[in-house]
C-alpha cells in the first residue's frame, strides 16, 4: 500500500539523507494548504476556547439493570451467515471460541467508542481531536482542520476519522476501518463501512455526553443502523496504564501455532 512503499522509498534513500542530514517531507493533506492545518498550530490556540468543556474523563454508561437488551445491526447475506455460525459455535462451545486476532489486540473502530468500566479523555489542540481510551491505551485521532479522507487509505484500526464542529457538536465520518474489527461482539462488516458520529454535551445535564453512532455499510447491513451512547464525567479523574501484552497468555498446539481463543 502507500505507505509500505513510501517506508521502501525511505529505506532506499537513508544513507544519502544521513548524509545530507535531511528528513523526510511529507505534503499537506489534500484540503490542507502550506503552513495550515494540525501541524501548524501556533497562533490558534485561542480558537480552543470557543469549543465546549468536554474537560475530565469519561465512562460510558449501561442501560438500567433488568432493562431490554440494546438494539443490534441487522446484517444481511454471507455477512449474517457468518455471524450465525459464530453463535452456534458459542452455543456449542460454551462461549469459548478461537480468534483470529491475539486476545491483547484492541478493538478498534467502532468497538472503542463502547467500553464499559474503561474512561475515556478528549483532547482539543488545533486541527484534531484526540480521543484517549483506557483499555488498551488506545488513541484515536480526528482531524478537523479541513482534510479531506485519504484517497485510497490503508485500513486501520480506527479508521481514517475526518470531522468537523457543528456549533457545540462534533460531527465525525470515520471510514477504511479494517474489515477484520467487529461491528458489535461476533459481528462482521466489510471494507465498505462508514460510521459517522455527533458528539455533544447533554443539554439538560453538562456532566454526561451523548454520541449518536450511525453505521452504513451496503454489503454487510441490511439497513443503516443508528444508536446513541451515553458518557458520565468524573471532572477530576485520570486514565490508569494498561499494559495488556504483559499478561497475553495464548496457547500453542502441538505444531507450534499460537491459538487465540
Same mark, same amino acid.
Given at each position: 500500500?502507500?505507505?509500505?512503499?513510501?517506508?521502501?522509498?525511505?529505506?532506499?534513500?537513508?544513507?544519502?539523507? *544521513?548524509?545530507?542530514?535531511?528528513?523526510?517531507?511529507?505534503?499537506? %493533506?489534500?484540503?490542507?494548504?502550506?503552513?495550515?492545518? *494540525?501541524?501548524?498550530?501556533?497562533?490558534?490556540?485561542?480558537?480552543?476556547?470557543?469549543?465546549?468543556?468536554?474537560?475530565?474523563?469519561?465512562?460510558?454508561?449501561?442501560?438500567?439493570?433488568?432493562?431490554?437488551?440494546?438494539?443490534? %445491526?441487522?446484517?444481511?447475506?454471507?455477512?449474517?451467515?457468518?455471524?450465525?455460525?459464530?453463535?452456534?459455535? @458459542?452455543?456449542?462451545?460454551?462461549?469459548?471460541?478461537?480468534?483470529?486476532?491475539?486476545?491483547?489486540?484492541? %478493538?478498534?473502530?467502532?468497538?472503542?467508542?463502547?467500553?464499559?468500566?474503561?474512561?475515556?479523555?478528549?483532547?482539543?489542540?488545533?486541527?484534531?481531536?484526540?480521543?484517549?481510551?483506557?483499555?488498551?491505551?488506545?488513541?484515536?485521532?480526528?482531524?478537523?482542520?479541513?482534510?479531506?479522507?485519504?484517497?485510497? *487509505?490503508?485500513?486501520?484500526?480506527?479508521?481514517?476519522?475526518?470531522?468537523?464542529?457543528?456549533?457545540? @457538536?462534533?460531527?465525525?465520518?470515520?471510514?477504511?476501518?479494517?474489515?477484520?474489527?467487529?461491528?458489535?461482539?461476533?459481528?462482521?462488516?466489510?471494507?465498505?463501512? @462508514? @460510521?459517522?458520529?455527533?458528539?455533544?454535551?447533554?443539554?439538560?445535564?453538562?456532566?454526561?455526553?451523548?454520541?449518536?453512532?450511525?453505521?452504513?455499510? %451496503?454489503?454487510?447491513? *441490511?439497513?443503516?443502523?443508528?444508536?446513541?451512547?451515553?458518557?458520565?464525567?468524573?471532572?477530576?479523574?485520570?486514565?490508569?496504564?494498561?499494559?495488556?501484552?504483559?499478561?497475553?497468555?495464548?496457547?500453542?498446539?502441538?505444531?507450534?501455532?499460537?491459538?487465540?481463543?
Amino acid at each position: 500500500m502507500k505507505r509500505l512503499a513510501a517506508a521502501v522509498l525511505l529505506a532506499a534513500s537513508s544513507p544519502v539523507m *544521513a548524509q545530507l542530514g535531511a528528513a523526510p517531507n511529507s505534503p499537506p %493533506p489534500a484540503g490542507i494548504a502550506e503552513g495550515g492545518g *494540525a501541524a501548524n498550530p501556533r497562533g490558534h490556540y485561542a480558537e480552543l476556547d470557543g469549543l465546549p468543556d468536554w474537560g475530565g474523563i469519561w465512562f460510558l454508561q449501561r442501560g438500567a439493570p433488568g432493562g431490554p437488551p440494546p438494539p443490534r %445491526p441487522r446484517l444481511k447475506g454471507d455477512y449474517l451467515a457468518r455471524y450465525e455460525a459464530w453463535r452456534q459455535a @458459542v452455543a456449542d462451545n460454551n462461549g469459548v471460541v478461537p480468534r483470529e486476532r491475539s486476545n491483547c489486540s484492541p %478493538p478498534g473502530m467502532p468497538g472503542i467508542m463502547q467500553l464499559a468500566q474503561y474512561p475515556y479523555e478528549f483532547l482539543f489542540t488545533p486541527g484534531r481531536v484526540t480521543v484517549n481510551q483506557e483499555a488498551w491505551m488506545q488513541t484515536r485521532t480526528i482531524w478537523t482542520d479541513g482534510r479531506r479522507h485519504e484517497e485510497d *487509505a490503508d485500513p486501520t484500526f480506527h479508521g481514517d476519522a475526518i470531522g468537523h464542529w457543528e456549533g457545540d @457538536v462534533l460531527v465525525v465520518d470515520t471510514r477504511a476501518i479494517l474489515d477484520t474489527l467487529e461491528l458489535s461482539v461476533g459481528m462482521p462488516h466489510s471494507d465498505r463501512l @462508514v @460510521v459517522t458520529e455527533r458528539i455533544r454535551l447533554s443539554p439538560g445535564d453538562p456532566d454526561l455526553l451523548l454520541n449518536t453512532i450511525r453505521y452504513e455499510d %451496503p454489503e454487510a447491513l *441490511a439497513e443503516p443502523f443508528e444508536t446513541t451512547l451515553s458518557y458520565r464525567r468524573d471532572r477530576y479523574g485520570r486514565l490508569y496504564e494498561f499494559q495488556c501484552a504483559q499478561n497475553d497468555r495464548n496457547p500453542i498446539d502441538e505444531e507450534g501455532h499460537t491459538q487465540f481463543h
